[in-house]
């Protein structure tokens, strides 16, 4: 997965501008204009790497005198005090980008941390975790990147994606086969139809509206394992809701096709990594 550089920069440039409106009250008035400096990016915990590439275009965006030396990828496991990257160029910026810089690599690495562990604990399963649209405003994108980056996979990306009928769409549809049934005559041939589910009843609707996509919603294990043989592969499952680490593997023993998880974006901790001057600069 490949982000565009103009959303890149987009979202680095508002970071900036946030925290770097004119001047650094700090670095400006301690440090000349010419004075040159190169710091070490370096591991604080193990996880997974996850936006090195955009942590080093902020300092490619203060200015092109900046050379970096990278010796991971984005994907790759991190050991807790490893130096994988290399930044150098002048002094005063590389301070002015420090924050903005391990904002986002220490986001979007918490992310991808997260999302590996899950995936480790599905191994076995035919069960692939999946994020959600649970994103924070304007990262959506990198966020759901540094999900692929752990070895997850994303749900839609935003509402033209796929016509995902929940609960209030379904209730002011007048249930689920009037909702399915209209949103299937008006609908391009490239989009799918998920529908939430709360019980075997609505489970057992869906499959006969012919969703192609059925959400089984906070419901128990025996609930979602009873669903996965009504559905019988006439429909891919998802299950979601309230689902944790402690309970993740035995959703997946269920059967079912999609776990996903809300939290990997909406309440990740960050990774620990720091950004250290060498010391004989």
């Given amino acids: 997965m490949m982000l565009p550089e103009f959303y890149v920069d987009q979202v680095i440039q508002t970071a900036l501008r946030e925290d770097l409106p004119y001047l650094d009250a700090a670095t400006d008035w301690l440090l000349p ?166 019980n075997l009843t609505e489970v057992a609707e869906a499959v006969e509206a012919g969703a192609d996509i059925i959400m089984l919603d906070n419901m128990t294990c025996d609930e979602m394992r009873r669903a996965v043989e009504l559905i019988a592969g006439r429909a891919l499952t998802e299950a979601s809701g309230g689902i944790t680490e402690e309970t993740l593997r035995a959703v997946a023993q269920t059967g079912v096709d999609i776990i996903s998880v809300g939290a990997l974006t909406h309440s990740v901790r960050a990774f620990d990594i720091s950004l250290k001057l060498q010391k004989d600069q």
């Avoid at 915990?45 to 984005?74: H, I, N, P, Y």
């Avoid at 033209?160 to 009037?178: R, T």
């Fill in 33 to 198: 204009p010419g004075a040159t400096g190169r710091a070490n990016f370096l591991a604080k915990d193990d996880g997974v790497l996850c936006g090195l590439g955009e942590a080093l275009r902020v300092f490619t965006l203060l200015s092109s005198d900046f050379t970096f030396e990278t010796f991971k990828q984005d994907g790759d496991a991190l050991q807790k005090g490893e130096v994988f990257a290399t930044v150098a160029g002048p002094l005063p910026l590389l301070l002015k980008g420090e924050r903005t810089a391990l904002n986002l690599i220490q986001h979007l690495s918490g992310i991808a941390t997260a999302t590996r562990r899950l995936v480790s604990l599905t191994a076995g399963t035919k069960a692939v975790i999946a994020d959600t649209r649970k994103t924070l405003p304007g990262l959506r994108a990198m966020q759901k990147y540094a999900v692929t980056c752990g070895g997850g996979k994303n749900h839609r990306l935003n509402l033209s994606d796929c016509a995902m009928l929940k609960d209030n769409h379904i209730d002011a549809a007048g249930g689920i086969s009037a909702a399915v049934a209209a949103v299937r005559q008006k609908v391009g041939h490239t989009v799918k139809i998920e529908v939430e589910t709360r």
